[in-house]
C-alpha cells in the first residue's frame, strides 16, 4: 500500500510512495507523532535529478529489513529541496557544521521538534571504505537517543544556537556606514580582478574541475567589460569619452606606460580584436581580460561536451577541466542563465564587430538554448524544474548518461564530416559511450586566415553539421528518455522567463505574434536561424508570466490573509499540475517573479499584460515581508518567512547556483527605479494596490512608499553594500551582486514606441531598461510622453532631447 508520499505535488517524493518505509511529509502533525513515540526523525533530503539519492533509494530504501528498522525507530520524513529550500539550508548548515562537507543525498537525525544531533549524506548498504553501513548508523543512533540522551540534548542546544548565529553571519560583519553604499568602481575593478586570478586559460571558467558554468559572473565581467569602456569605441567616432559621470572609462583608457590610446583600440590597430581570447591567454590589463575570459569559457563551454550539441541546453557541471564530459541533468536555472548570458555577450560582441565568429557563435547559443527551453522544458503553464541524468539502457538498467552518449560505430552513421566528434576522456571511462562535442569551433575561431561570410558559412551551419544532428537525434529519439521532474517551481521558471524575454528583445521580434521589428537582420544572420522562432520564445515568456500570476491570484483567493501574507495573492514555491506545493515563496521566488514581469513588459504588447501597478503592489509586499530596518541601520534581509515549525529564517547572501534572495532582490529594487514607478505612486498607488491590501488602502500606501525612486535607490545601495565583504575575498560567491553593482554605476533606460529605435536600443549592451513612456512625472500627473517616431534616452533624473535615428540613439545609450 502506497505511503504518505502518493499525495505529494513532489514528483521526487512520490517516487518513494511505493517504498516499504513509511515515509511522512515535513508537517507539524509528522513532528507530533516522533513526539508522541518519543523517537527521532530521520529526516532524508534530495530531489529528482540525485544521482546518488536514486542509488540509495534503490539500495536501503527499496529493502524491506531497512524499512522495518527506519519505521521502528524512527518517524521517516521524505523532502524534496527543491520544493522546501529553507529547510534544507538550514540542515545543510548543520551538516556541514558536523562534518565538514555537504551533498545530497542528506541524511539528517533530529530531535521531535527538528533539532538535528546526527548528519551524514549516502550511505551504503555494507560498510564501504570509511563508510558505515546504513543499518549501522540507524542502529547507533537509536542506542545513543535511547541510553545516552543527555549528550543528545546537549548536542542539540550547541547545534539550535550554532545555526541561529550563522543565519546572519555575513551581513552582521559589516559596519553599518559600510553596508549603505554600493561597491565604487574601484572595488568592483578589484573584484574583477580576484576573480581573473582564478581563470583557468586553457579551457574556461574558475578554478579546476568539477567545473559548474560561472554564468553570474560572466555577465558581471561583461558589464565590467562595458564600463571600462570596452565597447566605447567600437563605433570608431573618435568622440568624447562615453563613460558614465564617475570616470571610470576615462582612467581606464591610459596605459601603466602613460600611452592614452585605450587597450581596445590598441587591439584594433593591431588586428587582434578578431582572435582576442582564442588562446585563452590573459594580458594584465583588466578591461581586455574581462573580455578574454567571458569569450574564453563561453566558447569552451558551447563547444564542450557538457552541451548537448544536438537539441541544445547545457548539462549540471562538467566533470573534468575541460567541459567535455558532464553531469548529465539538466537543470532549468543553469540554461536560463546561460541563456540570460550569451545574449548579453552576443550584445558586446555585436558592438564590437557585428560580422565577427564570436558574435556568430553567440547567437548560435541564444537560438539553440531559448529552442531547448522551449521544446524540452516546458509543460502546461511553465518550464519545468529539470531532466535527470539517468535513464534506461538497452539492458533495462538505469544508467547516467545512456541517453545522451554515442559508441564509435553508432556515430559513425552520423558521417565524419561536419563539425561535431566524440571526445574521449578519462572522466568518461565509466560510461557506456562517448560524449559528442565541437571542439573544432575553438580553432575556428582562432583561425585568421579562415573567412567567415556568405561563403564561408559557420561550422555548425554546413550541410554536414545539419546532417549530423538529424541523425544523432533520430538515434537518441528511439531511447528510453531521462525522467521529467515537471515541478514548476517559481524562482527558476521565472528565471526561465526573463531569459527567453531578454532573448526575444535581442532579435527584435515581438510577442504574442508581432512581427520581427529587425531592420538589420538579427534574426536571419544567427538568433532566428535553424528552425529558431524567436516570436514563440516571446509568447513563451508572456504566457508563462501571466500563469504564474493567475496561480498566485487563484491560490490567494483560497487562503486567509494570515496564509497567504496578502489576501488575493499567494506566491508559492512551486506548483505541480496546477497545485501548490508545501512551500511558500521566498524572497528568491518573488523577486524573480517581478524582474521577469518587468522583462515580459519590455516586449511589445508586453504592457498590456503587466499593468505597473500590479509590478507595484508585488514589490511592495516583498520588501514588507522580507526587509526591514535593524537598529544599527544595516538593512536586515531574510529569505523565507518560516513555516512554524522551524523558527530560524535563513539571511544568506550568498550566490551559488542561482542568485541569491538578496541580490535578486537587488535586482528588481534597480530595475523598478528606471521603470518610474513614482509616476504610479503619486497619482494612485493606494487605488492600485487597494485591492491586495485593507479596505482602507493604508497598507498599499505604506508599501508604495517605499517604491519612490529615490528610495529604491537608497535601498539598492543597501542591499548591494553587504557584498564589500565578499567581493574582494570570495567574487565567484557573489556574480550576480557584482552584476546589479556594475550595472547601478550607469543605469541607462531607453523610451521610445519607434520598432526600429526599440530594437537598436534592445541591442545596445548599455541598456538597462526599454519602456514605452519615460517614466517622468509630468505637470498634469501623468508621464511625460514620447513624440512619435523619437527615442528618449535617461540617467536617472536626466533625459536627453528626442532623437529619430538608431546612430543618434545608439550614441546617446553609449554615454
Wanted: net charge negative; charged share 25%.
Amino acid at each position: 500500500m502506497p505511503n504518505e508520499l502518493a499525495a505529494s505535488t513532489s514528483p521526487y517524493l512520490r517516487a518513494h510512495a511505493d517504498n516499504p518505509v513509511d515515509w511522512r511529509m515535513w508537517t507539524p502533525e509528522t513532528l507530533a507523532e516522533a513526539a508522541r513515540r518519543d523517537v527521532p526523525l530521520l529526516i532524508s533530503i534530495g530531489y529528482s535529478t540525485c544521482h546518488w539519492c536514486h542509488v540509495m533509494a534503490h539500495e536501503s530504501f527499496e529493502d524491506e529489513a531497512v524499512a522495518k528498522l527506519m519505521n521502528d525507530r524512527f518517524v521517516p520524513i521524505k523532502i524534496d529541496r527543491e520544493e522546501l529550500p529553507d529547510i534544507d539550508s538550514y540542515y545543510m548548515n548543520a551538516l556541514q557544521a558536523m562534518t565538514g562537507q555537504g551533498g545530497w543525498p542528506m541524511t539528517i537525525f533530529a530531535t521531535p521538534a527538528g533539532s538535528p544531533f546526527y548528519a551524514g549524506t549516502y550511505f551504503p548498504p555494507a560498510p564501504r571504505g570509511k563508510l558505515p553501513a546504513f543499518t549501522q548508523v540507524l542502529t547507533a543512533v537509536s542506542q545513543t537517543w535511547t541510553d545516552r540522551r543527555d549528550e543528545v540534548d546537549q548536542m542539540t542546544r550547541r547545534m539550535d544556537r550554532g545555526l541561529a548565529e550563522m543565519a546572519d553571519a555575513v551581513t552582521s560583519a559589516l559596519p553599518a556606514e559600510a553596508a549603505a553604499e554600493s561597491l565604487s568602481p574601484e572595488e568592483l575593478d578589484s573584484a574583477a580582478a580576484a576573480l581573473l586570478d582564478s581563470y583557468d586559460p586553457a579551457w574556461g571558467g574558475f578554478g579546476g574541475a568539477p567545473k559548474f558554468p560561472p554564468m553570474m559572473n560572466v555577465l558581471q565581467l561583461l558589464a565590467a567589460f562595458v564600463r571600462l569602456g570596452g565597447t566605447a569605441s567600437a563605433s570608431g567616432s573618435g568622440g568624447p569619452d562615453p563613460a558614465g559621470g564617475d570616470g571610470t572609462a576615462a582612467s581606464a583608457r591610459e596605459s601603466d606606460d602613460g600611452d592614452d590610446a585605450h587597450p581596445m583600440d590598441r587591439v584594433r590597430a593591431e588586428g587582434r580584436l578578431g582572435w582576442l581570447g582564442a588562446d585563452g591567454h590573459l594580458t594584465g590589463e583588466l578591461v581586455l581580460d574581462c573580455l578574454i575570459a567571458v569569450r574564453g569559457t563561453l566558447a569552451r563551454i558551447a563547444s564542450g561536451g557538457m552541451r548537448d550539441q544536438v537539441r541544445g541546453g547545457i548539462a549540471r557541471y562538467s566533470v573534468d577541466r575541460q567541459w567535455f564530459v558532464p553531469h548529465f541533468e539538466k537543470m532549468l536555472y543553469d540554461n536560463a542563465l546561460y541563456l540570460r548570458a550569451v545574449v548579453a555577450w552576443a550584445k558586446v560582441e555585436r558592438r564590437l564587430d557585428p560580422k565577427s565568429k564570436w558574435l556568430a557563435l553567440a547567437e548560435r547559443e541564444i537560438a539553440d538554448t531559448a529552442n531547448f527551453l522551449v521544446s524540452d522544458l516546458t509543460t502546461e503553464g511553465g518550464c519545468i524544474a529539470a531532466l535527470d541524468a539517468d535513464s534506461l539502457n538497452e539492458a533495462g538498467v538505469s544508467e547516467e548518461g545512456a541517453a545522451y552518449v554515442f559508441t564509435p560505430e553508432e556515430f559513425a552513421q552520423a558521417g565524419q564530416a561536419g563539425l561535431l566528434g566524440l571526445v574521449d576522456s578519462p572522466a568518461g571511462a565509466e560510461l557506456s559511450g562517448q560524449v559528442v562535442a565541437a571542439v573544432r569551433i575553438i580553432d575556428w575561431l582562432g583561425m585568421e586566415d579562415v573567412p567567415f561570410d556568405a561563403d564561408h558559412p559557420a561550422p555548425w551551419d554546413i550541410e554536414a553539421t545539419r546532417r549530423q544532428r538529424e541523425v544523432l537525434a533520430e538515434l537518441r529519439a528511439r531511447r528510453s528518455q531521462p525522467a521529467r521532474d515537471e515541478k514548476i517551481i517559481t524562482e527558476w521558471n521565472a528565471l526561465a522567463v526573463t531569459a527567453l524575454a531578454e532573448a526575444t528583445l535581442y532579435t527584435g521580434a515581438g510577442a504574442e505574434g508581432a512581427d520581427g521589428a529587425d531592420s538589420d537582420g538579427a534574426g536571419a544572420d544567427g538568433a532566428g536561424s535553424d528552425g529558431a522562432d524567436p516570436r514563440e520564445w516571446g509568447r513563451t515568456a508572456l504566457r508563462f508570466w501571466e500563469a504564474m500570476h493567475e496561480r498566485f491570484e487563484r491560490t490567494g483567493a483560497s487562503d486567509s490573509v494570515d496564509a497567504a501574507g496578502s489576501a488575493g495573492f499567494d506566491v508559492r514555491r512551486s506548483f505541480t499540475d496546477g497545485e501548490p506545493g508545501p512551500g511558500r515563496g521566498g524572497l528568491a521566488d518573488r523577486a524573480q517573479f517581478i524582474t521577469a514581469g518587468i522583462t515580459v513588459r519590455q516586449l511589445p504588447g508586453g504592457a498590456a499584460s503587466v499593468p505597473v501597478n500590479v509590478l507595484v503592489t508585488a514589490s511592495a509586499q516583498m520588501l514588507d515581508d522580507f526587509t526591514a530596518g535593524g537598529e544599527d541601520g544595516i538593512l536586515e534581509v531574510v529569505d523565507s518567512l518560516g513555516d512554524g515549525i522551524i523558527d530560524v529564517k535563513s539571511a544568506d547572501p550568498v550566490d551559488n547556483t542561482v542568485p541569491s534572495g538578496r541580490s535578486a532582490a537587488a535586482e528588481v529594487v534597480l530595475l523598478l527605479a528606471e521603470l518610474g514607478v513614482d509616476a504610479v505612486v503619486g497619482a494612485d498607488a493606494s487605488a492600485a494596490a487597494a485591492g491586495d491590501a485593507g479596505s482602507d488602502g493604508s497598507e498599499a500606501t505604506s508599501g508604495s512608499a517605499l517604491l519612490e525612486t529615490g528610495r529604491l535607490l537608497e535601498l539598492r545601495d543597501r542591499l548591494l553594500g553587504v557584498y564589500r565583504a565578499l567581493a574582494g575575498q570570495a567574487p565567484r560567491g557573489c556574480g550576480h551582486a557584482l552584476w546589479q553593482a556594475e550595472r547601478a554605476l550607469g543605469s541607462v533606460r531607453v523610451a521610445t514606441t519607434d520598432a526600429s529605435l526599440r530594437a537598436a536600443a534592445a541591442r545596445h549592451p548599455s541598456l538597462t531598461l526599454l519602456a514605452d513612456s519615460t517614466g517622468v512625472p509630468g505637470p498634469d500627473g501623468g508621464e511625460v510622453a514620447v513624440p512619435a517616431g523619437t527615442a528618449i534616452v535617461c540617467r536617472g533624473t536626466s533625459c536627453s532631447l528626442p532623437v529619430g535615428t538608431a546612430a543618434e540613439l545608439s550614441a546617446l545609450v553609449a554615454g
